[in-house]
Structure formats: C-alpha cells, structure tokens
C-alpha cells in the first residue's frame, strides 16, 4: 500500500510538471512518476493499473509523456494477461514516439509491442518486430539490451525454437544482477524453467524454478512469485509428485489474490482442478474449472478459454456424460484458431475423435483420428527440416571459414612469390610447405565434410527417442522391400503395431516413464527380430515391423514371442504395476501391392484389432489364408 501511494502522489506533483515541458534530450530511462509506476507493474500490476486510471495525462500533453503513460499501461495489461489490451496501448504509445527524436523510448515501445504480439498468437510477427531493437540496443544500452534479449527468448518459446531461446536466455542470465527492481537473474530462471519444461525436460526445469522462488520470497515479488509456483507445479504434475504439485499451485493462487492478479487465480485454479480429476475429485474439479472459465471470458483470453474446455470434455469423460462433453467440446472448438494453435488443433482433434468414438460413430472417430496424426507429423516434420536447415547452415558456415583458410594459405604463398627474384630457393621450400598445409587443410575440409554428411543422414533416418527409423526412412525400406518381394517372388509380410493404451501410462506415470517404455519396446524388438528384418516408429506409440522372406504364419510366431517378452518391461523400468500390451495389424505382400496398398490393410487390421478388445494380432482378411482367424494374445 506504501508503494501504491507514493505512486500517485508522485502522479498528481509530476504529471503536470512533465506535461507542461518538452523533452530536450532523449530519453535514457522512464520520467517519474512512470518509472515507479513500471516497477509498481511487474510486482502489483493491478494497483499500477488503478493508479494511472486515476490519473491519465491530458491529450495535449507532451507527446513523449503520453509515450510513457502508454507504454506503462501496456506493461501493467500484460503482466495481467490481458493481450489485446497490452498490444493496443503499445500500439498508442508508438503513435507519440519516433525512432529519430526519442531512440530509447521507442524500442522500448517495441519491444513490449512484441511481448503483447506474441501473447496475442502472432510470435512469428512479434519476432519480426523485435529483432531491430536487440541489434539497436546491444550497441546504446546495456539494460534495454537485457530486456530485448529476455522477450526475443519468449518469442523463440513460443515458436517452440528452443535452441535460439535458451541462447537468449543463458546470455540475458550472464548480464542480469540480482536487482528486483530490474530484469534479475530471478525472472530469467523462470523462463529458462520453462523452456526445459516445454521440451518435457521436467527434472531440469526444477532447480531453475526453485533458483527463482527463492529470490520472488525474499524481495515479495508476489506476481512472479506466484508465476513460478505455477510452473514448478505443473512440472512436479508432470514427474508424478501430485501432492507436492497440488501445494504449490495452492501457493500460486493465493500469491495471485493478493495482488488482484484475477488471471493468475484461474490459471492455477485449472491446474488444480486437473489434479482433483487424477484423484477422482469431481464436483471440485467442476467448480474449479467453471470458475476458471468465467474469469478467462472477462480477460477475452481464447487461448485458455480453449484449454479449460477440453479439461471439462475429459471431466466428463469421467463422469460418462457424454452429452456434457459434446456441449464442452463445441465450446472450444468456437475459441479454437487452427492457424495459430496448430498443437491445439492437434488436441481437439483427438479428444473430437476419443467422443466420437465413445458414441459409437467409429468410422468417424478413425477418420477424425488420422487427421490428427496426419497434423502431427506435418509438425514434427516442420521442426525436423528446421533443425536440418540449422545444421546445413552451420556445416556451410563452417566449410565456408576452411575455404577462406585454404585462400588465406594461397595469398600468403602469391606474396612469397613476389617478394623477391634472389630467394627462389627459399620460396620454393615456403611454396612446398604452404602446399602441403592447404593439402592437408583440404583433407581435413573433405573428412569434415564425410563426418557431417552421416550425422545429418542419422538425423534424417533415426528416430531421437527409441533408436529405431523413423517413419520417413521406415517408408523408404518398406518401398525396396517391396521391389525386392516383387522381382524375386519373395514372401513379405507387414505389421502395423500400437502400444495399447499408452495415453493413460503417460497421464498416470509421467512422460518421463513413457519414454523409459517407448525405449524398452524398442530394445525389445530390436533384440528379438532377426537380422533381415526391420522395425521403425511411425507416430507417438505407432511402430512398423517388415518380415523379410516371411510368410503371415513365421510372422505371427514371431510378434506373439515379443508381445510375451513385452510383459517385462514394467519391472524392467522399476514401475511392476504397468501391463505393456500391443495390438497388431498384420498383412502378406500380395503381387502387385504397393506401399498405399499394403499400409492400408495393415491399417485396417490394426483398427480391428483395437476395435475387439485391443492386445491381439489380426491377420488382413484379403484372401484364403490358414491364418485368416483373429488370435487373441494370452493374457
């Protein structure tokens, strides 16, 4: 409260004073009272938010006050989690600033015109308008420098580039202090946190996130203090500590409420009610999240809008209402922008498949459902080939700095030459020498050049997670298979397998486990298939087995010993109580398939195979075949 009514008295004694003069110099920091009410925004954003309610300037007041009032107000909406309002205050603030009369204020302007872009869905656009201020101020300021590195590394978050923004972010932690009244060392942390926790790295978010609660706990930093219980929270969620997790979202509403940071409480407020639903807390998850949803509507905020709604559609899930969750769903459907949310959109599509599925319109649910795997792996590939251009870059870069010696080695050899006619002999030796030096250079070049070649081929070809193709290069050896089978008159058969019930290992043990389970299937059926054989994942829990020489009789053997094998893999990662079963779809090459052709039956299969019970092996029934029957794996 103190604070709060210094700032508006410095509001009535200066904004007059300011007002009434215009700035002969540039600005290098904010006029008071605006710098107390900016430092008032990042600690208690809703106070700030009053107090220059109460006191906006006259609109014939200097423009570069109006600047600062503008800009503190988009500052004060923005820790709020108002987006719109954020973007549309910066917007203003730019109208009454230039690049050439106040450099310092209008980057400034800039750079939290991109934060409230990017909250808004337009990272691309924000990192577009950010990136001249970064280059402006590493050359004229050092704390202007830090703060547009900070939001760059936001921006990279959302663009899920995480290279680029842990680069931001260990530079911006290098140069911070631990000043609370600037961008501390504290505040970084966090968003280093969440960087880890948005690869799923959960366990290396945590250090980061406790480095910065216990910095938000002793300077009273109650809206960051509360931003980071959030995320370390949802990370101990994620590991499977549901108790720990549950206190410290408990924690981060309350530091929320005593700021009036509103959405704050409601982020929280979902989290918890998540939690309330793993422990079949029903009636408390409703009320939460119905809570939650009204307090996102006020602040117009889709995004979460959206996200509450597929919590309500699971809730109801639960409770087997089917026609709740139809209601629900067609709720965040209307907040849902497909060119924005392009992982949202994945998510609806899954849980619009799970409901169709659960109301018996099969046919759509598994059309639904390859929609969505068809999105997701369009996103996967998007992130593939920008990890390859990233590589290709620097191999170039790289190659590009050798060349360059290689030339640099030629010129000094050119000036040897032309030094002088007396010393023949010497250059000669110094030519012979050089020669050698840029042979060897070269080698060096061309070897580096190999080494490169195979790393970005594993890249390509490997799956990261289990080890085994991936589904690209899994493709490519099904189509040679098949001209093989072809020209030779070879047997080929095919088996589309699916880890049964995966999602709930996931919800129930974490990501983390998940992994462990992924892995150990691979191992698994790396070590059990022979060597003519091959095995590669083709989506999430989705893997792609080809039997070489091979009829649907030697196949079925062979799934049905692994699917035996499977049965160790919960003791094998220390969880006993997990049951890894797998369903499977299993063809034989006929004359004349094709990849379409045989995928489609091996699909086919699969989907019957799920759709009688799951944890069996289904032979397409394309023509008289012995093993035409369903055979159900032993339990």
Partial sequence: MNLLLKARQLCIGLMCLIALSAHAQSLRKLDEPFSALALLAQNKPQAALDSLMAFEPEIASDPTTLAQYHLVLSQAFYNLTYPKKALEYAQLALTYTSLTE???????????????????GHASEALAEINDSVEWAKQHDALLYLDSLFARGIIFTTLTEYVSAL?????AYSLANDDPTTLSKAHIASMLAQVYEYRHEDKLSIPFYEEAIAAHRLNQAHLELSIALYGLGKANRSLGNITLAKAQLIESKEAAEKIDDIQGVAYALKELADIDIIELKFEEAERDLKKAADIFAQADNHQMRFNVMLSLVNLSFKTSELSKAQAYLDQAEAFLDRANMPTHSIGFDEVKADLLYRQQHYQQAYERLLSAFSAHKKVQNNNSTERLHQLRSRFEIQLAQQENQVLSQKNAIQKLQLSSEKNDRIQLILISAFSLLACLLMLVTVQRSRAYKRKLEKLVNIDELTGLYNRRHTMQVLSEHIEWACKHNKNLCLAMIDLDWFKKINDSYGHLVGDKVLREFAYVFRKGLRGSDVIGRIGGEEF?????????KQAHEALSHLSDQLRCIGRTIGEPNIQVTISVGLVEYQHEDTVESLLA????????AKNNGRNQI????????????QNQLSE
């Fill in 102 to 120: 106040q450099p310092w204020l209008y980057h400034k302007v800039k750079i939290s015109q991109a934060l409230a872009l990017e909250n808004s």
């Fill in 167 to 171: 680069s931001d972010f260990q530079l």
């Fill in 544 to 552: 792609l087995a080809i039997f070489k020489q091979a009829n649907g």
């Fill in 601 to 608: 039956s091996a699909d086919e299969a699969l989907y019957i």
């Fill in 618 to 629: 289904v032979l397409a029934q394309r023509t008289l075949n012995p093993l035409s029957d």
